[in-house]
C-alpha cells in the first residue's frame, strides 16, 4: 500500500525568509510525487512532479522540491517566500508498481507566512 | 477558456435526499475522478474513470454514484445512503490514467446537509 505523511499541520515563516514544508513516503515501488497548493474555497493547483530523473524538480511560483530516495522525503521549498504564498500545501504520491494509477494524498499543511 | 467546471459552488440538502454534482471538463482528458475533503484528512478518491462507460470504486465509495456517458461529463450522485455527506468535493481530470499523467482539479462543490 502507498501511504504520504506531511507531519507539520501548521508552518509559519517571515516573509523574505526561505520555506520548507516536509513530506515522506512509502511504496512497495518506485514513486511518482506531485505537490499542489489549495486557496480557501478553491480547488487544487499543481504545483510540481517528480516522476524520474534529476532529484530538484522546479515548479510554479519559484517553488521546488527535492527527492530524497534514503530518506523517502519530497520537501517541497522556495527561497524567499511571499505573503501570498499562505495557502494549504498538499503533497501525494502513486506507487508505480500498483495495479491501479491512484493518488494518495497527506492530510496537508497549511502555510503561512507573516509581514 | 478550458478547464474543468464544477456546479453548484454551494449545495445544500436535506437528509433522505439524493443530490448531484456536477463536473465537466473542455481539456479532451480521458480520465476523470472524484474525491471528498475533509478538514485535516486530506482528499480521499471516491470513485474514478479511465474512458467512457467505464468507472470504477475508489477508496471510499460506498454512498456514493457516478455515470460516464459522455467523455466531457462524470456526475455525482450523494445518495441518502452517505451517512455523513457534509464536505468539499472535488472534480479532477488527467489525459489518461497513467502514472505521468498530472491531475487537474476543478475549483469544488461545498455540500451541507441541514
Redesign the interface.
Known sequence: AQSVAQPE?QVNVAEGNPLTVKCTYSVSGNP?L?W?VQYP??????LL?Y?TGDNLVKGSYGFEAEFNKSQTSFHLKKPSALVSDSALY?CAV?D?SGS????T????TQLTVLP | DGGITQSPKYLFRKEGQNVTLSCEQNLNHDAMYWYRQDPGQGLRLIYYSQIVNDFQKGDIAEGYSVSREKKESFPLTVTSAQKNPTAFYLCASSIAQGMTDTQYFGPGTRLTVL
Open positions: 499541520d511518482y506531485f499542489y474555497n478553491r480547488g487544487l493547483q499543481f512532479k516522476i498538499f502513486e508505480s491501479a494509477r491512484q493518488l494524498f497527506g492530510s496537508g
